[in-house]
Nanobody
Framework: QVQVVESGGGLVQAGGSLRLSCATSGLSFNDRAMGWFRQAPGKEREGVVCVDYSGATTYYADSVKGRFTISRDMTKNTLYLQMNSLKPEDTAMYYC????????????????WGQGTQVTVSS
């Protein structure tokens, strides 16, 4: 049975930091890509950043380059998103998702999803 559970969201002031976690079971990071998506009110869900089965990282949102870092703990089957220098436009529900082998920026290509964790950045 596959489980994907995000945590670590919250309310922070602009310029602050948060570290999101995605705890999984029933998924092997050795043959799957793990990605972070986000969705703000009134907008479509968009890809943020992804790490593929080999450990290669792809950024889909240019606005987060230099501020967000994705990482994996292979022994714990846990994915992380370190978010620094947060801006109000980062406010969204953040989702963890998985697909076979390689990263994709399209939400329709992922077959496993978590429930999401809310990130709110105040100005």
């Amino acid at each position: 049975q596959v489980q994907v559970v995000e945590s670590g969201g919250g309310l922070v002031q602009a310029g602050g930091s948060l570290r999101l976690s995605c705890a999984t079971s029933g998924l092997s990071f050795n043959d799957r890509a793990m990605g972070w998506f986000r969705q703000a009110p009134g907008k479509e869900r968009e890809g943020v950043v992804c790490v593929d089965y080999s450990g290669a990282t792809t950024y889909y949102a240019d606005s987060v380059k230099g501020r967000f870092t994705i990482s994996r703990d292979m022994t714990k089957n846990t994915l992380y998103l370190q978010m620094n220098s947060l801006k109000p436009e980062d406010t969204a529900m953040y989702y963890c998702a998985s697909r076979f082998l390689w990263c994709s920026g399209s939400k329709t290509q992922y077959n496993y999803w978590g429930q999401g964790t809310q990130v709110t950045v105040s100005s």
